[in-house]
Nanobody
Framework: QVQLVESGGGLVQAGGSLRLSCAAS????????MGWYRQAPGKQRELVAAITSGGSTHYADFVKGRFTISRDPAKNTVYLQMNSLKPEDTAVYYC?????????WGQGTQVTVSS
């Protein structure tokens, strides 16, 4: 089992920044992919960014140049630095861990961007 705990969400004005953290614990394989997803009211959950255990990253087009995903293997923690936030970034942000044959989700953290 793997447990994921997100933190760092909150209310911020447009143009501001937030940093989300996802602390992972449990039976985490050496090879894994960590990702951040988001879900706005009435919309489907969508991928924001992902990072492999080797450090390769992938970003959704709508966050390129604004968000940065990183990980600290020593702390089993993944971060999402969000800059130049827009009202349309408002959503619940979820952390996901995928390994061979399994996936795990965190409980989510709310990000609200006011105009």
């Amino acid at each position: 089992q793997v447990q994921l705990v997100e933190s760092g969400g909150g209310l911020v004005q447009a143009g501001g920044s937030l940093r989300l953290s996802c602390a992972a614990s449990g039976n985490i394989f050496r090879s894994n992919t960590m990702g951040w997803y988001r879900q706005a009211p009435g919309k489907q959950r969508e991928l924001v960014a992902a990072i492999t255990s080797g450090g390769s990253t992938h970003y959704a087009d709508f966050v390129k140049g604004r968000f940065t995903i990183s990980r600290d293997p020593a702390k089993n923690t993944v971060y999402l630095q969000m800059n130049s936030l827009k009202p349309e970034d408002t959503a619940v942000y979820y952390c996901r861990c995928t390994m061979v044959g399994s996936e795990y989700w965190g409980q989510g953290t709310q990000v609200t961007v006011s105009s």
